[in-house]
């Protein structure tokens, strides 16, 4: 079995605290995604990566960082610089451009 | 900047009821539109994309439809496991990104 994996499911950090989430693929997919889902509202991109060593912002990227290092990771910090991070994170890959989008299951993040 | 809306926001349905959730969707040229599945807890699935107005596609009890303004997911007969957060997104053709809508979460009972 396989796809994209998100580790760990639930996560909590107090304030001030940075964290990591993983995200790891073996779809072969050249593009990965991260959104975040808040009750009530739709997915919002946070980053994105089209191909190795290289990510671009998304509509919400403030107080997060990513890097792509391998095709088959896209880890996403979530910074003490955000101001509201308890939120469910969902890591997506797929091909370039295409709004075919394969989910892993998800990492819910409380901060306490 | 796009805009897509859901409606309604919860559906409650009873076995075999048949109904249909909207998305309406502003976008300055639509280069795809896609339904997603998503279950409590868990990410979302894909289902459907549909690229122009009067396209249809199907899958078991659903059924997804495209006009220049909205989409609708018909679900016929539902079950039980269909109950889900269904989720509408549109691609633009000027920018590769998805915007989503908030979900119809959809419940169906025995």
């Known amino acids: 079995d396989g796809g994209i994996t998100q580790s760990p499911k639930y996560l909590f950090r107090k304030e001030g605290q940075n964290v990591t989430l993983s995200c790891e693929q073996n779809?072969?997919?050249?593009?990965m995604y991260w959104y975040r889902q808040d009750p009530g509202q739709g997915l919002r991109l946070i980053y994105y990566?089209?191909?190795?060593?290289?990510?671009q912002k998304g509509d919400i990227a403030e107080g997060y960082s990513v890097s792509r290092e391998k095709k088959e990771s896209f880890p996403l910090t979530v910074t003490s610089a955000q101001k509201n991070p308890t939120a469910f994170y969902l890591c997506?890959?797929?091909?370039?451009?295409?709004?075919?989008?394969?989910f892993g299951e998800g990492s819910r993040l409380t901060v306490l | 900047e796009d805009q897509v809306t859901q409606s309604p926001e919860a559906l409650r349905l009873q076995e075999g009821e048949s109904s249909s959730l909207n998305c309406s969707y502003t976008v300055s040229g639509l280069r795809g539109l896609f339904w997603y599945r998503q279950d409590p807890g868990k990410g979302p699935e894909f289902l459907f994309t549909?690229?122009?107005a009067g396209e249809e596609k199907e899958k078991e009890r659903l059924k997804a439809t495209l006009t220049k303004k909205e989409s609708f997911l018909h679900i016929t007969a539902p079950k039980p496991e269909d109950s889900a957060t269904y989720l509408c997104?549109?691609?633009?053709?000027?920018?590769?990104?998805?915007?989503f809508g908030a979900g119809t979460t959809v419940t169906v009972r025995a």
């Open positions: 997104a549109v691609q633009a053709t000027d920018d590769y990104k998805l915007s």
């Open positions: 779809l072969n997919h050249d593009a």
């Open positions: 997506a890959g797929g091909g370039v451009n295409t709004g075919e989008l394969f």
């Open positions: 549909l690229y122009s």
């Open positions: 990566s089209q191909i190795v060593n290289d990510f």
